[in-house]
């Protein structure tokens, strides 16, 4: 494919031809940061727009590889994906180099925001959440409950605590549980059929994100794989499972597959997962500080 049209075809929607538009995106090389601190330059003092299609173009894959963590809304990737261009091209126009960090770790938050956006706008379940609070509470409350230990009913302690993590009311932490485990009652099918648990996305920090300032070092890479191979036998298939077998458009297992082959339920396989990339973040922190 010559540059003109690798341009092309990495600016326009991704629509059906998911395989050629990642195949196009991954053409174009990571950019070093002495590179990405010039073109960043470039952008901010003389508004450059070459120099922030360069970001942009550098960037894209990192979108490809986010979407995959949403492939199991049901929702087309193609519209996921462009979604989540949306919030590169915003991280890209704001980024300022000046602050030391790059592009990555800035541009992942933007990238996420879009396509959650999206997700709440298009997914029926989770018109359980309509306002800023409710949807901090739904993207947050599972990951939270894990960390306290509980599964469905939250003490007054538990709700305390929750409420003043993310920010709202204990009202709001009691309304969102509710609807939630009202939802959850069914959300693991019946008779070993795929429900609507499968399509929840993970809220665990992903490897993307622990990894993102990090992601031209082989050393850092290395360190990654070695806290991989101190987790549980368990955790080590969940994890490969759901975050390192989708490359070149290869989908992750869903919660209820691996709950089947593992002889635990979908909801006990989502905390070992949200257990084990806390563990990988600690443990990379810990290296890195």
């Given at each position: 494919?010559?540059?003109?049209?690798?341009?092309?075809t990495a600016f326009e929607s991704?629509?059906?031809?998911?395989?050629?538009?990642?195949?196009?995106?991954?053409?174009?090389?990571?950019?070093?940061?002495?590179?990405?601190?010039?073109?960043?330059?470039?952008?901010?003092?003389?508004?450059?727009?070459?120099?922030?299609?360069?970001?942009?173009?550098?960037?894209?894959?990192?979108?490809?590889?986010?979407?995959?963590?949403?492939?199991?809304?049901?929702?087309?990737?193609?519209?996921?994906?462009?979604?989540?261009?949306?919030?590169?091209?915003?991280?890209?126009?704001?980024?300022?180099?000046?602050?030391?960090?790059?592009?990555?770790?800035?541009?992942?938050?933007?990238?996420?925001?879009?396509?959650?956006?999206?997700?709440?706008?298009?997914?029926?379940?989770?018109?359980?959440?309509?306002?800023?609070?409710?949807?901090?509470?739904?993207?947050?409350?599972?990951?939270?409950?894990?960390?306290?230990?509980?599964?469905?009913?939250?003490?007054?302690?538990?709700?305390?605590?929750?409420?003043?993590?993310?920010?709202?009311?204990?009202?709001?932490?009691?309304?969102?549980?509710?609807?939630?485990?009202?939802?959850?009652?069914?959300?693991?099918?019946?008779?070993?059929?795929c429900g609507p648990i499968d399509?929840?996305?993970?809220?665990?920090?992903?490897?993307?994100?622990?990894?993102?300032?990090?992601?031209?070092?082989?050393?850092?890479?290395?360190?990654?794989?070695?806290?991989?191979?101190?987790?549980?036998?368990?955790?080590?298939?969940?994890?490969?499972?759901?975050?390192?077998?989708?490359?070149?458009?290869?989908?992750?297992?869903?919660?209820?597959?691996?709950?089947?082959?593992?002889?635990?339920?979908?909801?006990?396989?989502?905390?070992?997962?949200t257990s084990a990339l806390n563990?990988?973040?600690?443990?990379?922190?810990?290296?890195?500080?």
């Amino acid at each position: 494919m010559n540059r003109t049209r690798m341009l092309t075809t990495a600016f326009e929607s991704p629509g059906s031809d998911i395989s050629a538009y990642i195949s196009s995106v991954h053409q174009f090389p990571l950019l070093s940061a002495e590179r990405e601190l010039e073109l960043a330059n470039r952008l901010q003092k003389e508004q450059d727009l070459e120099a922030a299609r360069e970001l942009i173009l550098s960037h894209l894959r990192v979108v490809v590889s986010v979407s995959r963590q949403y492939l199991n809304y049901g929702l087309s990737q193609g519209d996921i994906i462009q979604e989540g261009n949306i919030g590169l091209m915003k991280a890209v126009k704001r980024f300022d180099p000046s602050r030391g960090v790059r592009l990555f770790s800035f541009a992942i938050h933007w990238i996420k925001a879009e396509i959650n956006e999206y997700v709440l706008k298009n997914w029926k379940i989770v018109k359980i959440a309509t306002t800023k609070a409710q949807r901090k509470l739904f993207f947050n409350l599972r990951s939270q409950k894990n960390k306290l230990g509980t599964d469905t009913n939250l003490n007054s302690d538990e709700v305390s605590s929750i409420a003043k993590t993310l920010n709202v009311s204990k009202d709001e932490v009691i309304e969102m549980n509710h609807r939630l485990v009202c939802s959850d009652s069914s959300l693991e099918g019946v008779n070993g059929a795929c429900g609507p648990i499968d399509f929840l996305a993970s809220e665990g920090d992903d490897p993307l994100t622990l990894i993102g300032n990090f992601q031209e070092s082989s050393y850092r890479t290395d360190l990654l794989k070695a806290a991989i191979l101190k987790l549980d036998k368990r955790s080590q298939i969940i994890i490969s499972e759901r975050w390192l077998k989708t490359d070149e458009g290869e989908k992750p297992k869903t919660l209820k597959q691996l709950s089947f082959e593992l002889g635990i339920s979908a909801e006990r396989v989502r905390q070992i997962e949200t257990s084990a990339l806390n563990n990988l973040k600690n443990a990379l922190k810990n290296d890195f500080d």
